[in-house]
């Protein structure tokens, strides 16, 4: 099993940063062999894919809507993954959840952490 524990969110500024970090224990699992991924949901919404990272963190993806803004990283040796925020809108309120899968393209996230509250005041 994998428990997953993101922090790091809060109210910030319009144009200001946040940086999440999201904490694994994995018992019995390897957290250097899984791909980890960022998702947000904002009030309303349905869940939405914001960034993800490989294994080695040699690949990250970003969506559309946080390119430029957002940087994913992940530190293996302290089995966390972080979530840099910059230029921050009121449109990136939402909740943010961290996620982990293991195998190739089109394995589902298997491993969710309970979220965090991001709130960006205009």
């Known amino acids: 099993q994998m428990q997953l524990v993101e922090s790091g969110g809060g109210l910030v500024q319009a144009g200001g940063s946040l940086r999440l970090s999201c904490a694994a224990s994995?018992?019995?699992?390897?957290?250097?062999?899984?791909?980890m991924g960022w998702f947000r949901q904002a009030p309303g919404k349905e869940r939405e894919f914001v960034a993800a990272i490989s294994p080695t963190g040699v690949r990250t993806y970003n969506a559309e809507s946080v390119k430029g803004r957002f940087t994913i990283s992940r530190d293996n040796a302290k089995k966390t993954v972080y979530l840099q925020m910059n230029s921050l809108t009121s449109e990136d309120t939402a909740v943010y959840y961290c996620?982990?899968?293991?195998?190739?393209?089109?394995?589902?996230?298997?491993?969710w952490g309970q979220g965090t509250q991001v709130t960006v005041s205009s």
């Open positions: 994995a018992s019995g699992l390897t957290f250097s062999s899984y791909n």
């Open positions: 996620a982990a899968r293991s195998g190739g393209p089109g394995v589902e996230y298997g491993y």
